[in-house]
């Protein structure tokens, strides 16, 4: 039977098993996948269980998806320009590494808000962390309009932006006003919004009116920040597809079917989420 594995520390609150035991139930594949809360210090232990053929591969979450990028054998380019794993494959006795939350952020997009590439002014990304180098890597492979990078700790926006080019440019907050008003796609790539709390200087009506707002914190799914862009009449696309769409690749190497993300697989996670904010 194929196994493949979630691995992470902690790991209790991941989505993941949800995700890909749903697909291999609705396509009847006889296959297992399993969380494991590995800490930084046994993860060398597990990717030699990895390449004994014990699974087919799996997917990395915090705090190991660098830290795993030097055990691979490869790295794809996605992974190795983003500098992070969260999924990996055996591939002809070759543990490859791969970065799939790039593809899942831009199938998220294109699903729910179709279109928002074309003639797109400039993006806005608030965030500097590591979830912002797979969503820099993936507007510069699907567009040429620049890119803002704000953070709170600037210099944490300029190494970042240093790292891609001219067409990031890293900016402080006190600039966003005048940022937002040419901005074609606003993104929230900072835990803001976990606990109800909004960003500082972000006046959404700055924004054109023809903007689409995007978060990717999904929990909670409706965030301070969609929220209030969902009242201003903007376009708005939550985080949870990001999740769902980023779990298609890895379920094609490990089980060998394309899966789907359909409203019923949303439907269920999105009861887990209400469930746990509940408990
Ligand atoms: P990270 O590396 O820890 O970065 C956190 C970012 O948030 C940094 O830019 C940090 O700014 C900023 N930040 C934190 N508290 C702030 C505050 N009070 N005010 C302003 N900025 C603040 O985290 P990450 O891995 O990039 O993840 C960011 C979020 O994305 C998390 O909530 C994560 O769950 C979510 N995520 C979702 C998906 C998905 O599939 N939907 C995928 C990946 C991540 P400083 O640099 O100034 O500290």
Same mark, same amino acid.
């Given at each position: 039977?194929?196994?493949?594995?979630?691995?992470?520390?902690?790991?209790?609150?991941?989505?993941?098993?949800?995700?890909?035991?749903?697909?291999?139930?609705?396509?009847?594949?006889?296959?297992?996948?399993? $969380?494991?809360?590995?800490? $930084?210090?046994?993860?060398?232990?597990?990717?030699?269980?990895?390449?004994?053929?014990?699974?087919?591969?799996?997917?990395?979450?915090?705090?190991? /998806?660098?830290?795993?990028?030097?055990?691979?054998?490869?790295?794809?380019?996605?992974?190795?320009?983003?500098?992070?794993? %969260?999924?990996?494959?055996?591939? !002809?006795?070759?543990?490859?590494?791969? %970065?799939?939350?790039?593809?899942?952020? @831009?199938?998220?997009?294109?699903? /729910?808000?179709?279109?928002?590439?074309? %003639?797109?002014?400039?993006?806005?990304?608030?965030?500097?962390?590591?979830?912002?180098?797979?969503?820099?890597?993936?507007?510069?492979?699907?567009?040429?309009?620049?890119?803002? @990078? =704000?953070?709170?700790?600037?210099?944490?926006?300029?190494?970042?932006? !240093?790292?891609?080019?001219?067409?990031?440019?890293?900016?402080?907050?006190?600039?966003?006003?005048?940022?937002?008003?040419?901005?074609?796609?606003?993104?929230?790539?900072?835990?803001?919004?976990?606990?109800?709390?909004?960003?500082?200087?972000?006046?959404?009506?700055? @924004? $054109? /009116?023809?903007?689409?707002?995007?978060?990717? =914190?999904?929990?909670?799914?409706?965030?301070?920040?969609?929220? !209030?862009?969902?009242?201003?009449? @903007? *376009?708005?696309? !939550?985080?949870?597809?990001?999740?769902?769409?980023?779990?298609?690749?890895?379920?094609?190497?490990?089980?060998?079917?394309?899966?789907?993300?359909?409203?019923?697989?949303?439907?269920?996670?999105?009861?887990?989420?209400?469930?746990?904010? *509940?408990?």
């Amino acid at each position: 039977m194929t196994r493949a594995f979630v691995i992470g520390h902690p790991i209790a609150h991941s989505r993941s098993p949800l995700i890909h035991r749903y697909w291999l139930e609705q396509l009847q594949i006889t296959g297992q996948y399993d $969380p494991y809360d590995i800490p $930084p210090e046994a993860l060398a232990d597990f990717v030699g269980r990895i390449r004994t053929g014990e699974f087919a591969g799996g997917n990395v979450t915090i705090p190991l /998806k660098e830290r795993v990028t030097e055990l691979c054998d490869e790295l794809t380019p996605t992974a190795a320009a983003i500098g992070a794993v %969260n999924t990996l494959f055996v591939l !002809d006795g070759q543990l490859i590494g791969d %970065n799939t939350d790039a593809y899942g952020f @831009l199938a998220n997009l294109d699903d /729910k808000a179709p279109g928002w590439d074309q %003639n797109l002014t400039s993006a806005t990304i608030l965030g500097a962390g590591g979830a912002s180098r797979a969503l820099i890597f993936a507007l510069m492979n699907r567009t040429s309009a620049p890119i803002n @990078l =704000v953070n709170r700790t600037r210099e944490r926006a300029e190494t970042l932006a !240093d790292a891609f080019g001219p067409s990031v440019r890293p900016t402080g907050q006190e600039e966003l006003p005048d940022l937002l008003a040419h901005t074609g796609l606003l993104i929230n790539a900072t835990s803001l919004g976990m606990h109800d709390e909004r960003h500082d200087q972000l006046d959404l009506s700055r @924004l $054109p /009116k023809s903007a689409v707002v995007t978060d990717i =914190v999904y929990v909670p799914l409706q965030t301070p920040l969609l929220d !209030d862009a969902a009242k201003r009449g @903007l *376009k708005t696309v !939550d985080g949870l597809g990001m999740l769902l769409h980023q779990a298609v690749p890895g379920f094609e190497y490990w089980f060998g079917v394309r899966p789907e993300v359909d409203n019923s697989l949303r439907q269920r996670i999105e009861a887990d989420l209400f469930a746990r904010d *509940k408990a």
